[in-house]
């Protein structure tokens, strides 16, 4: 086969895939922001690239270095005082923060805390954690600002509460502003505060996870500092802590020595190995190329940038998309409920219907607390013009769905496949390749 | 536009109740508007028989496309008998809520328990809100 044709061939197929280097990537939560090239140059670099696994610290004092460095700043931004560079990716760093907290518990001998406190509004994955973690999940009502409740809080708090897992600003994008009193409540009763650090990206530079009082959180290396995802990874979750909950993070650590790295293994109240080697390196290289190359005040202006873009986007959306709990932070979480009473068209055919003018479609039906969610979040590397033309498409669609519902109840048309059977997806899982499949 | 029988009950969780030919048991499953908003039913995991449950107790979980919900007991009893025909064919669940796609007979243990649902006409105001 000559060469052009397998060019062809891949080209093709990246061409019926949608990616952010092809345009705006509007899922909420997810922080698909571009991930500039320098990254991918950097973590390409032979001496990166090549280095095996099992080389002998001395022979790897440049990647351990980078490791260290990128410890540090990323404890400077989150305002911890150590840090495990080893989860893959978000969930593992969830599960990794909250193995923490059952190691420092069980270090005090307080063995009576079996439950973990989480908002209604929370991503899937917290639940998720808490169970497999072994502890029990108590679920915390949202207010009507769409934040904690602090009654819900102090009627659940005693000392059986591990802690409480709260992303701030939370899934609406809403920053919880009382935080502070939160965090005394939950210390006070002896829990420990746990940050899902999904949403960083709209504090990164200007305010800091402990600074409000945060004992744990766990970094999106591959949302907030910008190393590709979405392709089922490889991410990387680093989990920062307090001091008084650095003895148990995972196995090995890293230390400086004068002016050598090595890995520290011997860590007795470590909640032990958590990834293959030291984690994910070559998303760590991005990621410290990244922070390098914006500096502490671009750091700041990403952050800034990031929740303009989105104030920006809901100004132009909220007439026609109202927001339940107003406009967020760096993301906002719409309804299409109106829209679906009056029209029938609902928000799963909307964002079907964007595939047609060339977007991405967006987190639907999540957060879970708002009916016919649809959650944008633009990020901070658009252009105006970008966000004006997603903003013109979903108003044009609202126009359709008014005048020609059907248009968008059919949706998508423009696609190599349309509208694909999602509950036979499910229900039948086809899963694994099969040379006798006829397909 | 969702179906609401006048024959039946429903609770504030977008079950419903229905009558069978015994006085002391009843028929539950999901309304027409539960399994609309839910969208396709990929899986629905049940009880079994002889598992007893009081009011508001989880008694199964059920699987669609957009989420996972739990759904809770209307009344307290006992299982007398689930539907079998979802496990293998789930879409009934979508199709004929009140038919085919019923999902737990009931043992009443308490009648004045079934006072408290709400009749068609409040579970219609409810859904409208």
Redesign the interface.
């Known amino acids: 086969m000559p060469e052009h044709e397998v060019v062809r061939h891949y080209t093709e197929i990246s061409l019926k895939n949608h990616h952010v280097d092809r345009a705006l990537y509007p899922l909420g939560s997810c922080t698909m922001k571009y991930n500039p090239k320098v990254n991918e140059q950097m973590a390409r670099l032979s001496g990166f690239a090549g280095l095996h696994p099992f080389a002998p610290a001395e022979a790897a004092q440049g990647a351990l270095g980078l490791m260290h460095e990128l410890g540090e700043l990323l404890c400077e931004v989150a305002g911890m005082d150590s840090i495990s560079l080893q989860p893959a990716a978000g969930a593992q760093g969830e599960l990794t923060g909250v193995l923490l907290m059952r190691a420092y518990h069980r270090a005090r001998g307080d063995e009576g805390r079996r439950r973990v406190l989480i908002p209604d509004s929370a991503h899937g994955t917290n639940p998720a954690t808490v169970a497999l973690a072994g502890f029990e999940v108590v679920e915390l009502r949202s207010n009507e600002a769409g934040r904690l409740d602090l009654d819900s809080l102090r009627s659940v708090l005693d000392a059986d509460v591990a802690g409480l897992m709260l992303t701030n600003p939370n899934t609406l994008g809403v920053f919880e502003s009382e935080i502070l009193e939160i965090s005394e409540l939950v210390h006070g009763s002896g829990g420990l505060m746990y940050m899902d650090g999904a949403n960083l990206n709209a504090l990164m530079g200007i305010a800091r996870p402990g600074d409000m009082g945060y004992d744990i959180v766990h970094l999106n290396l591959h949302k907030t500092f910008s190393t590709p995802h979405g392709g089922g990874g490889p991410g990387a979750g680093p989990v920062a802590v307090k001091a008084r909950l650095a003895p148990f993070l995972p196995t090995p650590g890293l230390k400086k020595e004068g002016e050598s790295y090595a890995l520290d293994w011997d860590r007795p109240e470590s909640i032990g190995k958590i990834h293959g080697f030291y984690g994910n390196f070559g998303v760590l290289v991005r990621a410290y190329t990244y922070l390098r190359m914006l500096g502490r005040d671009g750091v700041r202006e990403t952050a800034e940038a990031a929740v303009l873009n989105n104030a920006y986007m809901s100004a132009r959306l909220e007439e026609r998309f109202p927001l339940p709990y107003g406009r967020g932070m760096h993301e906002s979480v719409y309804s299409g409920a109106e829209l679906k009473r009056r029209t029938g068209v609902k928000t799963?055919d909307v964002a079907k219907r964007l595939l047609d003018y060339g977007f991405h479609a967006p987190t639907i039906?999540?957060p879970?607390i708002v009916s016919e969610a649809l959650m944008t979040e633009p990020t901070e590397t658009e252009t105006r013009e970008e966000l004006d033309r997603y903003a013109d498409a979903l108003i044009a669609i609202a126009d359709e769905a008014e005048h020609d519902p059907e248009l968008v109840t059919g949706a998508p048309h423009a696609t190599p496949v349309t509208r694909l059977?999602?509950?036979?997806a499910?229900?039948r899982l086809d899963v694994r390749w099969s040379f006798d499949n006829d397909a | 536009m969702s179906e609401i029988p006048e024959s039946l009950k429903y609770s504030e969780e977008h079950e419903y109740i229905g009558p069978t030919d015994a006085d002391d048991e009843v028929i539950v499953g999901i309304t027409d508007y539960a399994q609309g908003e839910l969208?396709?039913?990929?899986?629905v995991e049940l009880p079994a028989p002889g598992d007893t449950f009081r009011r508001m107790d989880v008694f199964g979980t059920i699987?669609?496309?957009?989420?996972v919900s739990e759904m809770y007991s209307p009344v307290s009893g006992e299982v007398l008998a689930v539907n079998e025909a979802i496990d293998e064919d789930?879409?009934l669940v979508?199709s004929d809520p009140y038919g085919a796609g019923w999902m737990v007979r009931f043992k009443v243990e308490d009648a004045s328990e079934l006072e408290e649902l709400l009749s068609a006409d409040a579970y219609r105001l409810l859904i409208e809100e």
Request: glycine share 14%; charged share 30%.
């Open positions: 799963l039906y999540f879970l059977d999602e509950g036979r499910g229900r | 969208g396709d039913v990929v899986y699987e669609a496309v957009k989420a789930p879409a979508n």
